[in-house]
């Protein structure tokens, strides 16, 4: 039987996107908006849901199941793909200014201004 990891939306996104328009294709979902619920062991996702309904821990709108096939974020009309989205990491603008070349006289002259 598969093993689903339930991820739980923390309730600020989970109030964007309750009321976020319907988009195609998978949803995005950002680690930063959910919290690690456990995980549960269930036919499908949809007998996830019942199982977690019978236990008194619901599956809410948001939510996300994670299995071996992949992630599966539950909305108002069942379940549907979902990916992690992780943010690139910052440039780090601390580099030292005595880094950066400076161009040489020749490179920094116009075309114009070489005589021949």
């Not at 923390?10 to 998978?26: C, M």
């Not at 979902?29 to 996830?48: I, M, N, R, S």
């Not at 019978?54 to 108002?76: F, N, Q």
């Not at 992690?84 to 920094?108: C, F, G, M, R, Y």
Request: with cysteine; glycine share 6%; proline share 12%.
């Amino acid at each position: 039987m598969p093993l689903y990891r339930v991820f739980r939306m923390k309730d600020s996104p989970r109030q964007q996107f309750r009321w976020a328009p319907h988009v195609s294709g998978p949803a995005n979902a950002k680690p930063k908006d959910f919290e690690p619920a456990g995980q549960v062991e269930a036919l499908h996702e949809y007998d996830a849901w019942r199982v977690l309904r019978e236990s008194g821990e619901p599956l809410l709108v948001g939510d996300l199941l994670e299995s071996a096939e992949g992630l599966r974020i539950c909305k108002y009309v069942g379940f549907e793909p979902a990916q992690w989205i992780v943010p690139e990491p910052k440039p780090d603008n601390k580099l030292p200014l005595n880094n950066l070349q400076q161009p040489t006289e020749a490179e920094s002259a116009s075309p114009s201004a070489v005589s021949s």
